[in-house]
C-alpha cells in the first residue's frame, strides 16, 4: 500500500496524527499499539523477542521446528492451496513449515501479508534462497484487504496463519469483529491456525512485560519519541514510567504509561494535559485459557481441529476449521 499525498501529510501520517489526538484527548487516554512499530519500534521489539523473559517467541518456535511435520499433515489435503500468513516478519518460524510442505512435493503457493513494505521485499528477495522451489506472492498492506486480495488471486482453498499471539494484541470485541471477518472471507475445507499466549503464573507474565533491562519499556516510551518526530510533539519522556499490570481472571495484561508530574504536552497546536499519576493506556496482550479459546471458535463459526502445544504448554497453536 502507497500512502497517498494530501497536502504537508501522507493519509499513513494524517491517520496516525488523527488517532493519536483522539486517544490523548479521550478519558482516560490510551494509544494505539499498531503505532509501536516504526523502524526503531521494529529494531527494540526484535530486542524483546530476544529477552530471557519473553518466553513467547521461544515457545512458538518450539512448536513450528518440532511439529511441523504434524501441522503439515492437517494441512495437505488432496487438493492445492494457498497458505495466506498474516503479519509474516521474516517468517523464522513459518519457514519450517514452509520447508516440510516443500518437501512433501505438495502443490502451494505462499502468500505472506505484512503491513510493512520492507518486510515483505525482504521475504520475496530471501525466502526463494532458502527455498529455491517456493511459488511465494508478498502482499503489503493491512491483514484483512490483502487477505481479501489473496483470496480473490486463485480458487484454491485457503490456509490462513496468524501466529504470534498476535491476536492477544486486540480487545474482546476487536478478536470478534477480526475472526468473524476472517470467517466471512473463508469457505468450507479452508482452515485457520492461529498462536494464543496462555495464562500461566502471573509473575511470569508480568516478567515477560516488564523486564529487567527495560526493554518494554523504552518500547512503550518510544511512541512518544515517534509522536515528537512525526507530527511535532514536545514529549519529555522522564515525566512518564513504565507500567504493567496482569489480571489472572480475566488474562488481561495490559501496559499503561504513567505521567510522574502536572504538565503540558503539544502536538504542533494542539495541547495535551496531564495531571501527576494520570494514566495512558497503551496495550493490552491477552492471555487465554483453552476453554476461552474454544468459545472464540465456536462463536467466529470456525471448528475446533487440534491444538499444538510447546513442550511447556506456554503457548498453543489452535487449528480451526470452517
Ligand atoms: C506483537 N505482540 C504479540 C507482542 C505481545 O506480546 O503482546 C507485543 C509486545 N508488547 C510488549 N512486548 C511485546
Known amino acids: 500500500?502507497?500512502?497517498?499525498?494530501?497536502?504537508?501529510l501522507t493519509t499513513v501520517e494524517s491517520l496516525f496524527l488523527t488517532?493519536?489526538?483522539?486517544?490523548?484527548?479521550?478519558?482516560?487516554?490510551f494509544m494505539h499499539a499498531k503505532y509501536f512499530y516504526d523502524e526503531r519500534g521494529d529494531y527494540i521489539f526484535q530486542q524483546i523477542m530476544e529477552m530471557d523473559e519473553y518466553y513467547l517467541t521461544n515457545a512458538e518456535m518450539n512448536i513450528f521446528s518440532n511439529q511441523a511435520e504434524q501441522i503439515?499433515?492437517?494441512?495437505?489435503?488432496?487438493?492445492?492451496?494457498?497458505?495466506?500468513?498474516l503479519g509474516a516478519g521474516d517468517a523464522t518460524k513459518s519457514i519450517h513449515l514452509l520447508r516440510v510442505l516443500g518437501k512433501h512435493n505438495l502443490e502451494f503457493s505462499y502468500l505472506p501479508i505484512d503491513i510493512?513494505?520492507?518486510?515483505?521485499?525482504?521475504?520475496?528477495d530471501n525466502l526463494p534462497k532458502e527455498l529455491p522451489e517456493l511459488d511465494?506472492?508478498?502482499?503489503?498492506?493491512?491483514?484483512?484487504?490483502?487477505?481479501?486480495?489473496?483470496?480473490?488471486?486463485?480458487n484454491r482453498r485457503k490456509v490462513v496463519l496468524f501466529m504470534g499471539a498476535n491476536i492477544g494484541n486486540m480487545d474482546q470485541a476487536e478478536v470478534q469483529t477480526f475472526l468473524g471477518s476472517v470467517r466471512k472471507l473463508l469457505a468450507k475445507g479452508d482452515m485457520l491456525i492461529i498462536g494464543f499466549d496462555l495464562k500461566k503464573n502471573p509473575k511470569q507474565i508480568l516478567a515477560a512485560y516488564n523486564d529487567s533491562k527495560?526493554?518494554?519499556s523504552a518500547f512503550n516510551l518510544n511512541l512518544l519519541e515517534r509522536i515528537n518526530k512525526e507530527l511535532g510533539g514536545d514529549f519529555e519522556l522522564e515525566n512518564f514510567e513504565h507500567y504493567v499490570s496482569y489480571d489472572p481472571e480475566s488474562g488481561a495484561c495490559k501496559s499503561y504509561l504513567i505521567s510522574l508530574k502536572d504538565h503540558i504536552v503539544h502536538i504542533g497546536a494542539v495541547t495535551i494535559p496531564f495531571v501527576k499519576d494520570e494514566y495512558i493506556y497503551m496495550e493490552i496482550s491477552q492471555k487465554y485459557s483453552l476453554e476461552d479459546i474454544e468459545?472464540?471458535?465456536s462463536r467466529s463459526g470456525f471448528q475446533y481441529e487440534h491444538n499444538f502445544f510447546d513442550v511447556n504448554r506456554y503457548f498453543v497453536d489452535a487449528v480451526w476449521t470452517v
Do not use: W
Not at 73 to 79: A, F, N, R, S, V
Not at 116 to 124: C, G, P, Q, R, T
Open 116 to 124: 510493512s513494505a520492507h518486510v515483505i521485499s525482504d521475504l520475496e
Open 19 to 29: 488517532e493519536t489526538l483522539a486517544g490523548l484527548q479521550a478519558c482516560p487516554k
Open 1 to 8: 500500500m502507497y500512502p497517498i499525498t494530501t497536502g504537508n
Open 136 to 154: 511465494i506472492k508478498g502482499l503489503n498492506g493491512d491483514y484483512l484487504h490483502m487477505l481479501q486480495k489473496g483470496i480473490t488471486l486463485s
Open 295 to 297: 468459545r472464540l471458535a
Open 72 to 85: 503439515a499433515e492437517l494441512i495437505k489435503g488432496d487438493t492445492p492451496f494457498d497458505l495466506i500468513e
Open 214 to 216: 527495560g526493554i518494554t
